[in-house]
């Protein structure tokens, strides 16, 4: 029964990412569009931006099946 429930923790706590996924590249298309030249500075944040929370749905999947 442990397991299961390890699986929807992860599954809540996915949303989170998620979510914090779609307002970096709703905020970098909202800045491309009022600025288009600065386009590569934008971008080189925005992939940073979506790497890093990226990395906390994969630590927490991680920590899914080793718990």
Do not use: W
């Amino acid at each position: 029964m442990e397991g299961n429930l390890n699986m929807v923790g992860y599954g809540l706590a996915a949303i989170g990412p998620g979510i914090g996924i779609g307002l970096i590249f709703a905020a970098y298309i909202a800045g491309v569009a009022r600025q288009p030249e600065a386009r590569g500075t934008l971008q080189g944040i925005a992939i940073l931006g979506f790497a890093l929370a990226e990395a906390l749905a994969i630590i927490g999947i991680g920590l899914a099946f080793a718990l």
